[in-house]
């Protein structure tokens, strides 16, 4: 429930909605979520803003910050008085690890020229997820990270951190708090312009290196969080997925993985 830091660890039933929502409410507080929908992803925005409009942050201020590489495919869905669509376009990568790490560069930058004068608070998330439980102010917080569905409960030798000392994204053995999704974190923009800009720079530091993190962006995430730690720290109801065979399940499951099939693609399955 609590990190030996003092953070709290956000399970259901650990926090009382009705007073958070007051009190963001007072600060007409308005929140930033942004998402990545490029080349085929677009096909999962849909869903993604369909649900988010029913789960997420209802009955405050929401910004969509939707990147994509074509803005004109851009589903129409209805959103609610507050909420607005914002198409922000960018170029495309031809290798999906580029796609995947290039989001902190692009977060980075939106954040600096555009973020800072919009909202106070960014959530970062994968695109290939729906919402199917609330997702509210509890999760808000300076910088906030989210367990692993698939290591919340392992012993820290079996994190996927990168173990080699060249990369920027290194972590020894003996250290590390929690393995973190990369599919999940935020905090207020001036947090996330610091995150996204470390993790960048180290991504590019390891490029010239000739060098990717085994687990690309999710492994600098991890890097970054062991020395800044994080305010707040999300249980795996907020990024679950139901092909991960655990132990123990949350009661809630609030933000899923959506099934995809990429074996084609790539060849990326985790060992849990
Ligand atoms: C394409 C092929 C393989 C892997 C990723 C992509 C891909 C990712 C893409 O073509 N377009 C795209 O927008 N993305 C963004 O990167 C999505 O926002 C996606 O949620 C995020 C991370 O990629 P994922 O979700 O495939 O990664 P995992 O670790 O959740 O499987
Ligand atoms: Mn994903």
Redesign the pocket.
Known sequence: MMTPWFAPIIWEGTYNLKILNEQFRLRNVSIGLT????????T?LKGFLQTAERYFMTGHRVNYYI??DRVEAIPKVKLRKGRKIVPLKIQ?YLR??D??MR?METIRNFSQQQFIHEVEYLVC?????IFRHPVGVEILSELFGTLHPAFYFAERDIFTYERRPDSQAYIPPEEGDFYYA??FFGGTVAEVCKLTEMCHKAIMMDKEKNLEAV????SHLNKYFLYHKPTKILSPEYLW?DNIISPKKPKIKRFL?VG?N?SA??N?RRAV
């Open positions: 998402v990545f929908a490029i080349k085929k992803y677009m999962f990147f994509t495309n999906w690890q796609i995947s989001r998330v994968d695109v290939d997820m990369g599919g687990w690309h962006d999710e997925d993985t995809k990429h693609i790539r990326k």
